[in-house]
């Protein structure tokens, strides 16, 4: 690699992926396992070793893009910081409260999570404002100092802010805001978090945002100062939720918005090779370590969401099935995320049914097969033993393996208890983790009214391409693309993103009623909150591009859906806005009510800079390996045993190959099972075609 040099870098459970780009598009990469302890450190490490083997010094890198799970895994294992909440009197249970929606019906046992700020850490101050910018009732700061001042003898150490109608008229947040600075580190706002109307879904927002500071600005912390101790003094950014950069800094004062830092890189990846291969319509599915994410790419665009619930059974943005985790009300990539990773434990439950995940080995001490301690089957130590995964070692031998342990730990917790051949255990597994996956791909198609045969499977992540095809067949998709280097797919990602921040305002009128020099007037402060805030990190006008958007609904509808607002629309607003609406509702939901009043809710805008240089990756020189046969081993297909070629991908080079094959790289295998070919292009990404 020459030159100047960008670092993308995306930490995982399991994994930390990096990824290093020139000015001409030259891609280097390393994959090493995760540090628990301190997730920045494998990164900061294994980009100091990359420099030392190439022989750089540590200021040729002039940007580090992050993409961390920090965040998410925080509140799944519930380890965020102790948090207070402060709100209007006679409010303190609205997080108790939530909405009166249950994603298992018909399931009495069923327990919604417990809030993250227990009752006796919520305080009411004696306050209210009008939805309208009226005061009910003046603040009553000796109310507000004395609750926090209890909150601060109960050990918080982060607190929420959260006041009735603030994002209609802030003035009192902001005052009680200031007070509570002057006692603790890190408060949340919610009229800075999320200035939308809805009490509940406002609160739960902002008191995740406050969760997770402590955690995240301790971490982001901690990645700069290591990176300063190896002289690497590059900014840092960090991927959002909804697919774009921001600063460290921004990251770390708000970081409700990087939940889903890490997958949303992958779908980013997907979207650019889309466009380069001409494929507007795509599913992406990620399977990582510790779970697996899908999302939906449909005529070239990326699906984004007003909303996610994270910390459930399954972490989605579902119009469907809604109350079973946490609700975070920031656009994000419309991703489904299930605990069935290739470190996810295999096990039996009281019943005697297997399940897969979605507790993890994660990197320490990982799965049975890496030989470091695990001792429980996973789903990796399944796919070890059906000869999906080189016996010897991964990783082009940095990871050896332990086919022994794995098969070991196998027969003493799955075939044994159940009965099974070691063979038909490892294979039920295989299978109980794509059930699991298949649900996740039907919550963002079938469930949002896409027929999954309509689009073509982009598999990556480390386990992704090992499991695609039997997964495609499940759900009748028959094209599957395996990018170069599929296990560090993501980490492209975060080379390929722009710098991107959503700025919002509740604007609340029926379309009947539109006024365009209040509409337009809102905008221009929404674009001005735009520009000053990306020049304070140093774009200049010339390198902004902004997007108006609107938030719809139907009258008496408790949700919106997002338009884009272009400039065409400006003459004839009103009917342009409530017919594009009334489009994108029936295409998501089936049906639009003619003749039904449509209101606005929210006006937003895009913001999206780009600063650094952008160099494409080249595609076509990132296929690693000579065109050969590396050899041949036993894989389990059909019921049995089987001798399979294993390839390359530079083997692949030519006509169609038909199945059973393996191709192993450093960072992935693909499992090409009988009834598929396989096939690589000149750009060097990978065609599986299912050929009955």
């Given amino acids: 690699m020459d030159g100047r040099i960008r670092v993308g870098g995306d930490v995982g459970g399991t994994f930390t992926d990096i990824m290093f780009i020139d000015e001409r598009g030259t891609i280097g990469v390393r994959k090493v ?95 209210r404002m009008g939805a309208f910018h009226r005061m009910v009732k003046p603040l009553d700061e000796d109310s507000a100092r004395t609750a926090i001042e209890d909150l601060k003898n109960q050990g918080v150490e982060a607190v929420a802010i959260c006041f009735l109608h603030s994002y209609a008229d802030p003035a009192h947040e902001r005052v009680v805001a200031e007070m509570a600075r002057d006692t603790f580190e890190y408060v949340s706002v919610s009229s800075d978090v999320l200035p939308e109307m809805r009490e509940y879904e406002r609160t739960a927002t902002t008191v995740l ?45 708000r970081p409700v918005g990087i939940i889903e830092s890490g997958p949303a890189a992958g779908v980013i990846a997907a979207a650019a090779a889309g466009q380069i291969l001409g494929l507007s319509n795509l599913i992406t599915f990620d399977m990582g370590g510790t779970t697996a994410k899908t999302s939906v790419i449909e005529d070239g665009a990326i699906t984004l969401s007003a909303e ?31 605990g069935a990773g290739g470190g996810s434990l295999a096990w039996i439950d009281a019943g005697g049914i ?39 070692a991964l990783l082009g031998g940095d990871l050896p393996m332990d086919a022994a342990a794995a098969a070991e730990a196998l027969d003493r917790h799955i075939a044994t208890p159940l009965g099974l051949p070691r063979l038909e255990a490892a294979a039920g597994v295989h299978r109980v983790a794509n059930a699991t996956m298949q649900r996740a791909i039907r919550s963002v198609t079938i469930e949002r009214g896409r027929d999954p045969r309509d689009f073509v499977l982009i598999a990556f992540g480390g386990s992704g391409p090992v499991h695609a095809a039997h997964l495609a067949q499940s759900l009748e998709v028959r094209r599957i693309v395996i990018p170069p280097f599929p296990g560090m797919f993501s980490a492209l990602g975060l080379l390929v993103a722009d710098v991107e921040r959503l700025f919002m305002a509740s604007h609340l009128c029926r379309l009947d009623d539109y006024d365009q020099a209040s509409i337009e ?59 594009a609406f009334r489009r994108e509702h029936k295409h998501t939901y089936g049906y639009a009510i003619d003749g039904e009043p449509v209101e606005i809710v929210t006006l937003k805008v895009w913001a999206r ?44 080079e030519g006509p169609p190959r038909p ?19 396989a096939q690589r292009d000149q750009t060097g990404f990978i065609f599986l075609e299912y050929a009955p």
């Fill in 659 to 677: 199945g059973p094959i393996i191709v192993e790289e450093y960072d992935s295998t693909v499992v090409v099972p009988p009834d598929w070919t």
């Fill in 308 to 338: 996610y619930e994270v910390g459930g059974d399954l972490s989605q943005a579902s119009r469907l099935i809604k109350g079973g985790g946490h609700l975070i009300r920031i656009p994000a990539i419309n991703i489904s995320e299930v």
């Fill in 33 to 127: 396992l995760s540090t628990p302890d301190d997730y920045s450190r494998a990164m900061v490490e294994g980009v100091a070793k990359h420099l030392a083997e190439q022989g750089q010094n540590p200021d040729v890198v002039i940007a580090i893009e992050h993409g961390t799970t920090v965040a998410t895994n925080a509140i799944l294992e519930r380890r965020g910081g102790r948090v207070g909440l402060l709100t209007t009197k006679g409010f303190k249970d609205v997080l108790e409260i939530r909405r009166v929606r249950l994603p298992k019906l018909y399931d009495i046992t069923w327990k919604k999570p417990e809030p993250l700020v227990p009752r006796h850490l919520r305080r009411e101050v004696d306050e």
């Fill in 209 to 253: 945002d406050a969760y997770v500071k402590p955690l995240v600005s301790r971490y982001l912390g901690n990645l700069e100062l290591n990176f300063d101790m190896q002289g690497v003094t590059a900014p840092i950014r960090v991927m959002q939720s909804g697919g774009g950069l921001i600063s460290a800094a921004a990251a770390a004062e």
């Fill in 609 to 652: 800079g780009l600063g650094n240089w952008r160099s494409p990756p080249a595609w076509d020189r990132m296929a690693t390996g000579v065109s050969a046969l590396t050899g041949q081993r036993a894989a389990y297909f059909a019921g049995g045993e089987v001798d399979v070629p294993v390839l390359n991908r530079a083997s692949l």
């Fill in 354 to 392: 297997p399940r897969v995940g979605p507790r993890s080995a994660g990197a320490d001490p990982g799965p049975a097969c890496y030989g470091l301690g695990g001792d429980q089957p996973t789903v990796t130590d399944a796919n070890l033993v059906l000869g999906y995964l080189n016996p010897e």
């Fill in 521 to 579: 007037s809102s905008f221009a402060e929404l674009e001005r909150q735009a520009r000053d805030a990306f020049q304070r990190e140093g774009f200049v006008d010339q390198d902004l591009s902004l997007e108006r958007l609107v938030d719809l609904r139907y009258r008496r509808q408790i949700h919106e859906m997002t338009i884009p607002f272009s400039q065409s629309m400006l003459e004839t607003a009103r009917e342009a806005l409530g017919e």
